[in-house]
Nanobody, 126 residues
């Protein structure tokens, strides 16, 4: 059974930092793209960041560009999201996601991804 497990969420003050981790189990993830989405209360799930299978190409939502950094450790089937300069509007449940096949044509589209984690809560306070 393929599973993704997120960790690292929590409560942080505005301007602070958090580092999310996502570990994949049940198959190899080192040859597929992975990413992060988030969903705030009352809002639709939205794209945050994605990374190619090699780690050589990254994609970011405009709202997090320059503040968040996505990276991966392919040997350990793990992807990370370093979140700095956090804002109140970053408060959401953050979901890890991964493709099941090679390639990534539309990194910001939920439909590009086949596996999803359960999510980890990130709360930014003033």
């Amino acid at each position: 059974q393929v599973q993704l497990f997120e960790s690292g969420g929590g409560l942080v003050q505005a301007g602070g930092s958090l580092r999310l981790s996502c570990a994949g189990f049940g198959r190899t993830f080192n040859s597929v793209a992975m990413g992060w989405f988030r969903q705030a209360p009352g809002k639709e799930r939205e794209f945050v960041a994605a990374i190619s299978w090699s780690g050589g190409t990254t994609y970011y939502a405009d709202s997090v560009k320059g503040r968040f950094t996505i990276s991966r450790n392919s040997a350990e089937h793990t992807v990370f999201l370093q979140m700095d300069s956090l804002k109140l509007e970053d408060t959401a449940v953050y979901y890890c996601t991964a493709r099941s096949t090679l390639g990534l044509e539309r990194p910001m589209a939920m439909g590009e991804y086949d596996y999803w984690g359960q999510g980890t809560q990130v709360t930014v306070s003033s």
